[in-house]
């Protein structure tokens, strides 16, 4: 994406910014994961020390953000404009401190691509279901730390197949209200992420 508020850097400074910070997945990087994380990145904009917060995909780069996906961030104050795909490599995932993908899919890609991120990649689904189990950061405790406590039990089994309990739902080719539909309920998980892992005081 263009520089500005809510807005990703552009493809070729992607690395850097998955760099010790947030990397979201999705299948082409036009849609899903771009909207999370142009939510993300506002709900954390105040977090100290900062987080950055970056977006690629399974499938070749080089495409913008669906026109239909941009309309309905707009509504958000995020700016998909500039938003340029991108393929996710392994570096991205071996150097990012947390990989968000948005269906299993993505998340088997992610950790055959890079078995060593296993321990910190998550569906956004399964990170908010395990880290509510967990409970919230705690004072003093660090997001590796609680990413640890959240990751603890899990077995990698649990990648196979699809399930709508770890999926958002892909509006790609459907009506104007999938896509507002995804977008809500992006919106609803990144909120209730922040709230667990960057709450002020955590």
Not at 116 to 145: D, I, M, N, S
Not at 175 to 182: L, N, R
Request: overall charge positive; hydrophobic content about 40%; glycine content about 12%.
């Amino acid at each position: 994406m263009a520089d500005g508020p809510g807005a990703e850097r552009s493809p070729q400074n992607g690395a850097e910014q998955g760099s010790r910070g947030i990397l979201v997945l999705c299948t082409a990087n036009v849609c899903r994961s771009p909207a999370a994380a142009a939510l993300l990145r506002r709900r954390l904009a105040g977090a100290r020390p900062a987080v950055p917060v970056s977006s690629a995909g399974l499938l070749p780069g080089g495409s913008p953000a669906l026109p239909e996906m941009r309309a309905v961030m707009d509504g958000y104050g995020a700016d998909l404009t500039g938003h340029v795909s991108r393929t996710v490599a392994a570096p991205d995932l071996a150097g990012a401190a947390l990989v968000i993908a948005m269906a299993r899919e993505h998340l088997r890609h992610a950790v055959v691509l890079a078995p060593e991120c296993w321990p910190v990649a998550f569906t956004l689904k399964e990170l908010l279901r395990r880290g509510e189990r967990a409970g919230p950061r705690r004072p003093a405790e660090t997001v590796p730390g609680w990413l640890a406590r959240v990751h603890e039990g899990r077995e990698k089994r649990a990648l196979l197949g699809a399930s709508p309990e770890d999926d958002v739902p892909d509006p790609a080719g459907g009506p104007p209200e999938g896509y507002a539909a995804t977008a809500g309920l992006l919106d609803r998980l990144t909120a209730r992420l922040a709230g667990l892992c960057w709450a002020p005081g955590g």
